[in-house]
């Protein structure tokens, strides 16, 4: 733990690829140290050993958002090992309904959207925050979507108006909501909830249509992760500023 003391410790889940690999690599570019939270431990060792190649310092931290019991495995790890967590970055996700009209999406898609893009999200924070507590700036960043907006799916004049994807859009707006809770839960301490839109980017979940690179994905989360002491919290942000709810 000795070694760790003065290095702040962050977790990105789904951080094996796309916009989770560039936020670990950028947050190890900082000087911190990354675990790298995937459910595939071999894509997961991969990962950071590539980083490690970089000189950068990352290791794998086996975390299937979908599965408890690796939750409580990874508290009881960065707990022996560093004693605290300063940064969480809830990233993993799944999109299963695309083109799919929200009067035809299945229940079981449904469900296993939420089990993942929220349900899992609550249980690793619930699992890792008396960790994040301990740090001197704990910071708590929720990857949501533009897609999670109502208002922005209200508005006719909005660039994604047509896309309606009832598992994934609605699953982000309930994790704004978490973020909402979260944040006023922890209002009166040192740690920062916000929730992050990466925006369009080019990753394998939309077929790598996306207009944006995973290096402009992944800024808004960097900065959240980051944020100074009189930073925000209980917000929504993509890189050009605040987002409508």
């Not at 909005?158 to 979260?182: D, G, I, Q, R």
Request: charge should be neutral; proline fraction near 3%.
């Amino acid at each position: 733990m000795a070694e760790h003391s003065n290095k702040k410790i962050a977790l990105v889940t789904g951080a094996n690829k796309g916009i989770g690999y560039e936020t670990a690599r950028r947050l190890a570019s900082q000087g911190i140290t990354v675990l790298i939270g995937a459910r595939d431990e071999q894509r997961g060792k991969e990962a950071a050993a590539k980083l490690r190649a970089e000189g950068l310092d990352a290791q794998f931290l086996r975390l299937d958002v979908s599965d408890q019991t690796t939750h409580k495995a990874a508290r009881s790890f960065i707990e022996d090992n560093f004693g605290r967590l300063d940064i969480l970055v809830n990233n993993a996700a799944v999109a299963l309904d695309m083109n799919q009209k929200p009067s035809e999406v299945d229940m079981q898609t449904i469900r296993k959207t939420f089990d993942t893009n929220f349900f899992g999200v609550i249980s690793v924070t619930q699992a890792l925050l008396p960790l994040i507590r301990r740090s001197d700036a704990g910071r708590i960043v929720n990857v949501s979507s533009g897609l999670g907006s109502l208002t922005q799916n209200g508005d006719p004049g909005w660039e994604f108006y047509p896309v309606k994807l009832l598992a994934y859009n609605s699953s982000k707006t309930a994790l704004n909501a978490f973020t909402v809770m979260l944040a006023h839960e922890l209002k009166d301490t040192a740690i920062k909830v916000n929730s992050a839109d990466p925006g369009f980017t080019a990753t394998d979940m939309n077929g790598h249509r996306g207009y944006k690179t995973v290096e402009q994905g992944a800024a808004v989360i960097i900065q959240l992760a980051t944020l100074p002491a009189d930073g925000a919290t209980g917000s929504y942000f993509d890189d050009r500023g605040v987002l409508p709810w």
